[in-house]
C-alpha cells in the first residue's frame, strides 16, 4: 500500500501515562506493549518527511460536572485531568517540534479540535493511524476521519487494547465501514521526484 508523503501523516491516538504506564489509572499492558510498534509508525512517516500528529485526551477537572448523560469520569473514573503526569505523552515517544499535537475531550480527536482545519491546511488526505485503545479513541478517530473524506488506516500491529477481542472488534469493524486495516510491514512511501 503506497502513499505520498506530502499528503499523509500519522495519527498517534493517546499513547499517555494514564494508558501507556504501569502507574497510569487505565493502564493497560497491551497499550504499554504497544509503544515499540507505534514508534516504528513515526519513524517510517518522519524518514518519508510526512507529518506526525499526536492526540492527547486530557479533561479538564470539571468538565463532566454539568453534563446530562456524557460522563467519562463515571465510567471510567478520573483519568489523564489536564495539568497531571498522567496527560502527558509517554517519555519514550518523543514529540518533535514539527508534530502537531491535538488536545481532544472525548474519544473522536475531531470533535471540537483542530485536527480536521490541521489536515485541510496542509493538504493531507490519507492517514496512518495507531495508538490506544483500539475499540475506543482509535476506532472513534478513524470513523470520524472516514466520514469527512480522509482515508484512515489502521496500523493493526500498532494498537492498543484490553482485551484482544476488543482489538479484533475495532479493525473488523474498521475494515468492513469505513477504512482499511494493514500491518505496517505493509506501508510504503513513494518516492517524490525534484
Not at 12 to 27: A, E, K, R, T, Y
Not at 105 to 130: K, R, V
Not at 155 to 180: N, S, T
Request: glycine letters at 6%; proline letters at 4%; hydrophobic letters at 40%.
Amino acid at each position: 500500500m503506497q502513499f505520498n508523503p506530502d499528503t499523509t501523516a500519522a495519527v498517534v491516538v493517546d499513547m499517555q501515562n494514564g494508558f501507556c504506564h504501569p502507574d497510569g489509572s487505565l493502564h493497560a499492558p497491551d497499550s504499554e506493549a504497544a509503544i515499540e510498534s507505534v514508534q516504528n509508525v513515526i519513524d517510517l512517516t518522519r524518514k518519508a518527511g510526512s507529518h506526525v500528529i499526536f492526540t492527547r485526551d486530557m479533561h479538564p477537572p470539571e468538565q463532566f460536572d454539568e453534563t446530562h448523560y456524557y460522563d467519562e469520569f463515571d465510567r471510567w473514573g478520573e483519568h489523564v485531568v489536564e495539568g497531571t503526569w498522567e496527560a502527558e505523552i509517554v517519555d519514550e515517544l518523543t514529540v518533535e517540534a514539527g508534530d502537531h499535537v491535538v488536545t481532544k475531550h472525548t474519544y473522536d480527536a475531531f470533535y471540537q479540535t483542530d485536527l480536521e482545519g490541521h489536515l485541510n491546511a496542509h493538504g493531507i488526505n490519507d492517514l496512518l493511524i495507531c495508538g490506544t485503545l483500539a475499540n475506543v479513541c482509535v476506532l472513534h478517530t478513524a470513523s470520524s476521519a472516514g466520514l469527512r473524506d480522509f482515508r484512515p488506516v489502521i496500523i493493526e500491529d500498532a494498537v492498543g487494547f484490553i482485551e484482544e477481542q476488543h482489538r479484533e472488534y475495532a479493525l473488523d469493524h474498521a475494515d468492513w465501514l469505513f477504512g482499511d486495516v494493514r500491518p505496517l510491514d505493509s506501508i510504503e512511501f513513494i518516492q517524490n521526484s525534484m
